[in-house]
């Protein structure tokens, strides 16, 4: 049984297919802000993840022929724009600016101490996500930040459940070591 988020999402589908292209800007939507945020994630930049997340969806919709629902629709459109990432990382572009994982609105505590020290250990962890090598940043991203499931991850990726794993496991020890090194320097 589909959920409401698939079922609208597939209509849209249907509806653009026949000529109702503004059914399309309900997907737009939907998945702007969790498209962006993926992609400015495996880029390490949120200026280019909001451009690479755009032409995801310019992809998506001139292919929107060849979408068969096979899977949710939403993996289909996360494939397009990791597929994306993947192009642009392969063409030698690196940034070294990390993306936000936060936002303001979510230092509500009222000790400056401890909001400081969050902003601190949060900065850490955009830096030593954004060192990751791309593979590794990758998986840990789509498993970690985007909570998804390894057999949905595999589809997404086109990369075995176990290779997935072992790319998540890595990540994960890569950033032990590189926060590591971060708070033995500050202690310093």
Same mark, same amino acid.
Request: charge should be neutral.
């Given at each position: 049984?589909? &959920?409401?988020?698939? @079922?609208?999402? #597939?209509?849209?589908?249907?509806?653009? *297919?026949? =000529?109702?292209?503004?059914a399309f800007t309900g997907v737009v939507r939907r998945h702007a802000r969790g498209l962006t945020?993926?992609?400015?994630?495996?880029?390490?930049?949120?200026?280019?993840?909001?451009?690479?997340?755009?032409?995801?969806?310019?992809?998506?919709?001139?292919?929107?022929?060849?979408?068969?629902?096979?899977?949710?629709?939403?993996?289909?459109?996360?494939?397009?724009?990791?597929?994306?990432?993947? &192009?642009?990382?392969? @063409?030698?572009? #690196?940034?070294?600016?990390?993306?936000? *994982?936060? =936002?303001?609105?979510?230092?509500?505590?009222?000790?400056?101490?401890?909001?400081?020290?969050?902003?601190?250990?949060?900065?850490?962890?955009e830096k030593a996500l954004a060192a990751l090598p791309p593979k590794y940043r990758e998986a840990?991203?789509?498993?970690?930040?985007?909570?998804?499931?390894?057999?949905?991850?595999?589809?997404?990726?086109?990369?075995?459940?176990?290779?997935?794993?072992?790319?998540?496991?890595?990540?994960?020890?890569?950033?032990?070591?590189?926060?590591?090194?971060?708070?033995?320097?500050?202690?310093?």
């Amino acid at each position: 049984m589909l &959920d409401v988020a698939e @079922a609208a999402d #597939r209509d849209a589908v249907e509806r653009t *297919l026949v =000529g109702e292209v503004e059914a399309f800007t309900g997907v737009v939507r939907r998945h702007a802000r969790g498209l962006t945020s993926l992609c400015s994630r495996l880029v390490s930049d949120p200026r280019l993840g909001e451009e690479l997340s755009q032409e995801a969806f310019a992809r998506a919709f001139s292919r929107l022929g060849s979408f068969r629902g096979e899977c949710r629709f939403k993996h289909w459109l996360y494939r397009i724009a990791v597929n994306g990432c993947r &192009d642009h990382l392969k @063409a030698g572009a #690196r940034w070294e600016r990390p993306t936000p *994982l936060t =936002g303001d609105e979510l230092w509500t505590t009222r000790d400056p101490e401890r909001d400081a020290a969050a902003r601190q250990a949060v900065t850490a962890l955009e830096k030593a996500l954004a060192a990751l090598p791309p593979k590794y940043r990758e998986a840990f991203t789509l498993f970690h930040v985007e909570s998804l499931p390894y057999d949905e991850i595999a589809v997404m990726t086109g990369c075995r459940v176990n290779a997935l794993k072992v790319r998540v496991h890595r990540a994960r020890v890569m950033l032990r070591e590189q926060l590591g090194e971060l708070i033995e320097e500050e202690s310093r």
